[in-house]
């Protein structure tokens, strides 16, 4: 039912009076419309306002989409939708009351600042507070509302609860309102105009406040979305004002300290909310047009990389930092040197490198029964570390370290500054070791320390150790220079000025840098791909090219079967429903391997299964759920998802059967149909629950799985050859046996590789320690061999407590037994474990012999997934390693948003680097890919990627191909999601 009345809409001075309406006169609606309100209350019906020109009435709940129908034919006009508001009354009194507590704040947040006798602050936050006691705000349950959307997806048409509301339907506006660290205003929208462009005109033209954040402005969009959009010279990006949007120019941080930094997470929250000023906000016109959008500022402004692989000029770093996630690979070159390096942006403030520099001048040996001819390659690592960023007026630092770790040729570390205006990047800082080489300051850290007054030309061991008494020691000097950003978008302009003066470079052949200063230019070819080009030295030409790609933000068009929709549920009680057909309904839908249904209680429902094919369970408990929902009846109140891992219960997710489907259903105010996850509750399972009966147990299947997978191993930097390789395939078999016992076996098979140049198939180094890894040759040249063939019996000891025993052909190298037990509370960051095995060497025809040497080893384990650095892993194991040694190996683990993972490792034990040998410890490098990243399927399997520069036998742990962590993951997920 409708009841019009006889007014029609007329522009802002109604949208006014409708707002006035809904906020402050609740009761004073016209008579007509006070008789329906009053049916509303008595039927549960619903009313609708349509600004102030006619009320619409529905009995019971009705959608979204009825409304706006309604709406549109009463109208007979176009809307703008972007600037369509719905306001709940019943929940506009709560909003109201959030905004005379962040006025109260505010008055706080003033009084401490004339506490501390700062006038100029006190004044700043007083303005704030008198602006934000004028907002009109009304709750919009909906924050974007389109009729088309709402006649397409269930997603933009909700239910609207009984209740009475007002829907606004302005016109297009061509204001903007101004709010924040000036005098309120609204100015008007110039199409094709940025950000910075009315920022810059705001601040010669209106009243602001000294505590003006010049870093950011933010953007409050139609939808109630936020858009932080930079705005100053050194960080402008391309962004323009639309109708509905709101400008929040957001006052300084420093304006509000830590005790009151709740204050400034509010205010945007509520202009979500904003519909309407106390009084009329006066039109700011510009004196003057406005100036010429810069051309740089739509610009891709990231990084380029110089000739190390890291984020610089050409020969000299520079404070930037790349995209979280962005890797290169990188290839340079000049006369004297060929470098090949892998670079990742680890953490926002770490970039690290690893590289490998090949000296043509210089043999790799002077043994040519050992090397030949072949060239000197020299292995190392470069990390970067930024201090703070830039800022209006202070430039962003770094401190970096190059080849901190190998045999020191390329050693150095540095202090460097960068500060960006406009199309200009200057950089300028001071350099040591190979950096400081040309030596035109004095050390400043010299007169701190004696030791940092002279630097040792021999480095310690054998390259991979850490030589602290090196670091910032020496002779130091100067660099910088400055990038210039062409008009042309793709190119760049460098100019550098190099302290390294290259007169001590180990290259084989002298080196004479006529002049410190080089010239480049740097092409960004494709996304993907950057090259650059440089004169340097006063004689010499150099080029690179950079492979690019970001592993935080990597995705793939997924072929994946939809959601289901909600429905009828198709059962009217228990006995109704079907348990064989919806087992096979959750198996087909790929979210539970072989379920199986109890029910704990009789309006409970329990599933237990194997996570099957999504990363994320939330996703696959949300799909499961959407079965359950559809075919169980209303008398099951909660449902139950009990997730297996190797048999083992492992968690426990309990969802309220009501709430869930209110919310698929779109009929939960302001929560979108996908937020389901906050509705799940985990806790762990009761250990050895085994209920009386199963009302359907999914059969277990005894067959055997089996496939092939391929295998490319890489070996670089080897005596005979920069790269080693082989091709091959893995055929590999399993089955369960029983429910707590699994057998595994892979057998290996070369296709192709390069082993034909080894010089030798064991090194002639005689070391102090039984050779576990460094015979790797003597394997290397089988073409079939069993790599593993293992039994492995699983248990859950108690709640938190796991344990595995296993035993076989447990790696290539090694056979034996061995055991694990793992504590790891249900959500906690913290795990531990301890693992001993006994273990005997295989012979190296890769069969099912043996050699002499056998040990015992194991390890007391420590993991720690870290809450304050965003997705990272630790682990610590202190034991006994392969060899005998006894130490600790650290793992560090940074999982992106895409789910691929990079992992570190090193062992350091009492092996000493002589004893070790080259690399002087065990180190390496691993990613990790889910392989939903490379097929269109969901998947849970990944593929890995290791490398580690040089494998001797030192710090060596067994190489179990599975571990308890790994399987409990769902306790804590760090893979898994």
């Not at 447990?810 to 037990?821: I, N, S």
Request: with cysteine; net charge negative; hydrophobic share 35%.
């Amino acid at each position: 039912m409708m009841h019009k009345m006889s007014k029609q809409p007329t522009k802002l001075a109604i949208i006014a009076s409708a707002v006035m309406w809904a906020l402050h006169a609740p009761h004073a609606m016209a008579q007509g419309a006070q008789v329906a309100s009053s049916a509303a209350e008595q039927n549960q019906s619903v009313l609708v306002q349509v600004n102030e020109a006619y009320t619409l009435t529905f009995d019971g709940p009705v959608r979204l989409r009825q409304v706006l129908e309604q709406a549109v034919a009463q109208q007979g006009a176009d809307i703008y939708w972007p600037n369509a508001r719905l306001i709940d009354r019943a929940g506009t009194a709560d909003l109201q009351q959030r905004q005379r507590e962040l006025v109260a704040g505010l008055n706080l947040l003033r009084a401490y600042w004339l506490s501390r006798d700062n006038q100029t602050r006190a004044d700043a936050v007083q303005g704030l507070a008198e602006q934000v006691a004028q907002w009109q705000l009304a709750y919009q349950p909906y924050l974007a509302i389109d009729l088309a959307a709402a006649r397409q997806q269930l997603g933009a048409n909700p239910l609207l609860a009984p209740g009475q509301y007002v829907l606004l339907t302005p016109e297009r506006q061509d204001y903007v309102p101004v709010m924040g660290a000036m005098s309120p205003s609204r100015v008007r929208i110039n199409p094709g105009y940025s950000v910075r462009q009315y920022m810059t005109q705001l601040v010669n033209t209106a009243s602001s406040t000294p505590a003006l954040n010049r870093e950011h402005v933010t953007v409050v969009r139609p939808g109630g979305e936020f858009e932080q959009v930079p705005w100053g010279m050194h960080n402008a990006r391309d962004s323009e004002l639309t109708p509905g949007d709101i400008l929040w120019v957001e006052p300084a941080d420093s304006l509000f300290p830590r005790r009151f930094s709740a204050l400034h997470q509010e205010i945007p929250e509520l202009l979500r909310h904003w519909v309407g000023y106390g009084e009329t906000l006066p039109p700011l016109d510009f004196n003057s047009r406005m100036a010429a959008v810069p051309y740089w500022q739509g610009f891709d402004t990231s990084p380029r990389r110089n000739h190390y692989g890291g984020v610089g000029l050409m020969q000299t770093p520079t404070a930037r930092m790349a995209d979280e996630g962005e890797t290169v690979l990188m290839y340079a070159d000049t006369d004297e040197y060929r470098r090949y390096t892998v670079s990742m942006q680890v953490l926002p403030w770490l970039q690290a490198s690893a590289f490998y520099t090949r000296i043509p001048n210089r043999l790799y040996s002077n043994r040519p029964e050992f090397s030949g001819t072949n060239i000197l390659t020299d292995k190392g690592f470069d990390v970067k570390l930024r201090l703070w960023q830039e800022r209006q007026w202070l430039p962003e630092v770094s401190v970096g370290f190059q080849d901190f770790a190998g045999t020191g040729l390329f050693d150095g570390e540095y202090i460097v500054a960068s500060k960006r205006y406009g199309a200009f990047d200057f950089t300028a800082g001071i350099g040591f070791g190979r950096n400081g080489s040309r030596d035109t300051v004095s050390n400043p850290f010299c007169d701190l320390a004696d030791r940092f007054c002279d630097r040792s030309t021999q480095t310690v061991g054998t390259g991979s150790q850490l030589d602290f008494d090196r670091y910032f020691a020496g002779p130091a000097a100067l660099f910088g220079g400055v990038e210039y950003q062409t008009p042309w978008e793709p190119l760049r302009l460098m100019l550098e000025y190099d302290g390294n003066d290259y007169s001590r470079d180990r290259a084989g052949v002298p080196i004479d840098a006529s002049t410190p200063w080089n010239f480049g230019a740097s092409y960004r070819v494709f996304d993907w791909l950057d090259a650059s080009v440089s004169y340097e030295r006063g004689d010499t030409l150099m080029f690179n090219v950079a492979l690019r790609t970001n592993l935080n933000t990597l995705s793939q068009v997924r072929v994946d079967r939809p959601r289901v929709e909600p429905q009828t549920p198709s059962a009217q009680s228990v006995d109704d429903v079907d348990w064989n057909r919806l087992a096979h309904s959750i198996s087909n839908a790929r979210t539970v391997s072989a379920p199986r249904f109890n029910m704990p209680d009789d309006t409970t429902v329990r599933v237990q299964g194997h996570a099957w094919r999504y990363r994320d369970n939330n996703e696959a408990i949300d799909r499961s759920a959407r079965i359950l929902a559809n075919a169980l009846p209303e008398s099951i109140e909660t449902y139950e998802f009990e997730q297996l891992s190797a048999y083992m219960p492992v968690s426990l997710t309990r969802v309220d059967a009501e709430a869930f489907k209110r919310r698929i259903r779109n009929e939960d105010a302001g929560k979108r149909i996908d937020e389901t996850a906050e509705l799940f509750e985990r806790e762990s399972p009761a250990h050895d629950y085994e209920p009386a009966a199963w009302l359907y147990d999914y059969p277990r299947s005894n067959r055997i799985g089996y496939g092939l997978k391929p295998f490319f191993n890489q070996d670089f930097g080897s005596p005979e050859t920069f790269h080693f390789y082989q091709l091959g395939v893995k055929a590999f078999a399993s089955g369960w046996v029983a429910r707590d016992l699994h057998l595994f076996g892979e057998l290996g098979v070369n296709l192709k590789n390069n082993y034909d140049r080894f010089n030798f198939t064991r090194d002639p180094f005689d070391f102090d320690l039984p050779r576990v890894r460094s015979d790797f040759r003597l394997h290397a040249t089988n073409d079939v061999w069993v790599d593993s063939l293992q039994a492995t019996y699983y248990k859950r000891l108690s709640e938190n407590v796991y344990g595995m025993a296993y035993g076989g052909y447990l790696e290539r190298f090694f056979a034996g037994v061995g055991g694990e037990v793992l504590y790891r509370q249900i959500d906690s960051p913290w795990a531990f474990g301890v693992n001993i095995n006994r273990v005997r060497q295989r012979n190296y025809e890769g069969w099912f012999g043996f050699e002499d040497y056998e040990t015992t080893m194991g390890h007391a384990s420590v993991y720690y997934q870290m809450p304050w650095l965003k997705d990272s892993l630790l682990r610590l194991d202190v034991g006994r390693f392969l060899a005998g040694d006894d130490g600790v190996g650290v793992t560090f683990s940074r999982r992106f948003d895409s789910g691929v993972t990079v992992l570190a490792y090193a062992s350091f034990t009492n092996v000493s680097s002589e004893q070790y040998g080259e690399g002087s410890f065990t180190h390496g490098f691993s990613v990790s890919i889910p392989f939903d990243l490379i097929g269109i399927r969901p998947t849970r399997q990944r593929v890995s990627m290791s490398w580690s520069p040089m494998s001797r036998d030192g710090g060596q742990p067994l190489w179990r191909r599975i571990d308890l962590y790994g399987v409990t993951d769902e306790r804590h997920p760090f893979w898994g999601r």
